[in-house]
């Protein structure tokens, strides 16, 4: 587990009670938001293991749904957030799962916003971290506590060099990239975590590689939601 600085050991600034269930969850849902790409309208919300036992008592679904909503894991907000998400018309379905999950704080959130599925997996692994284990039928791997963009593409050669000639030409150092892909030259999705935010004009460039679909910004500690 790679921690940021002294104050993630600590713990974050939040709501409580519990930096797992409720900070945790709260950056889980704001990750999923920004890989969704909007305020979902819909989202059923899968709950397993401890999340699935104890989530209303320990306000986990409030703090998912407030995510959701962008908010932070500090905002006052989100011992309202069900509340607020219904006059906003989302509308929110919990379903508590027995199956077995790779971390005892897992949700599985299956958004729909304009016409559009997103399904993110992911646990609070402690501390108001997260890690985010999958996305629309890709097994990744990451933190969301770094600058990170989704590159969702198609698999060709060369595609990953002309990316990273992207950060190298922005001065930015990789930290971490995963390469997930369901079929030799089908769709690709690409996680790329690096020590700051990629420049507007290389953001573009990169959304402008041939087999790009879409590109998707995720920093669950920031205040912006998207790139």
Known sequence: MRFRDVFSIIGPSMIGPSSSHTAGAARLGRAARAICGAQPNQAEIVLYGSFAETYQGHGTDRALVAGLLGYLPSDPRIRDALVIAAEAGMEVSFRPSSRPAHHPNTAKLCLLANEQETVVTGSSIGGGNIEIT???????????????????????????????????????NIGYMEVDRKSRSGDVLTVIESDGRLPDGSLRLLGSLAGVERVCGVDSNETEESL
């Open 134 to 172: 999958g996305v629309n039928g890709f097994d990744v791997k990451f933190t969301a506590g770094y600058p990170t963009l989704l590159v969702f593409h198609r698999d060709r050669p060369g595609m990953l060099a002309d990316m990273t000639d992207l950060y190298r030409d922005a001065g930015l």
